[in-house]
């Protein structure tokens, strides 16, 4: 009976154990994914990757293998905090991959257009990823007029003066300083 019942239960087993089963369709892309959409008529949207990455270490490589921060020096930011640029290439998003559970990526992105040679001294980069060309770095008379009255006025107290009047404070809390 034993028998009987393997023989009936084994084309279910051989079903379940094999690991090379793919199901049909799905839009197969670059690096093994496999997508299979709701409707069999999609289309992804047009999209043009960024040329640059801004990459940031966010996390310690305390009790990683070396290997992971060889990566990060190469990159050059074994330090954590630091940031640095990437380019968008296959090698570079191949070793980025290998520690992305310790960096933050975020794609570079240029809202008014690219920089030129000349205005390499006048870029900022955000932490958005914007990176933003501001030549002119004026002031605006209301904020050098505000900046004026605030200096001149009598009200205005130096750190001297904040740190005694706060020791004060602190020192008398319960008999009515505040």
Known sequence: MNRKLLNVLSP???FVRSKGYKAP???RYPGGIVYY????DHKDPEYTPSKLFRVERIKSTKHFPGWQKKILEEF?????GKVTIVKNIPENNMRLWKVKHLIKVTPVTFPYGE?????INYTILKENGQCIVMKSLETAPKQIEALEEFHSSEKKMDSDTIKKDSRYKWNNAFTGGF
Do not use: V, Y
């Open 76 to 80: 050059k930011i074994h330090e954590e």
């Open 25 to 27: 369709g799905g839009i």
């Open 12 to 14: 279910l087993a051989t």
């Open 115 to 119: 920089p030129t040679k000349d205005d």
């Open 37 to 40: 959409p709701r409707n069999p």
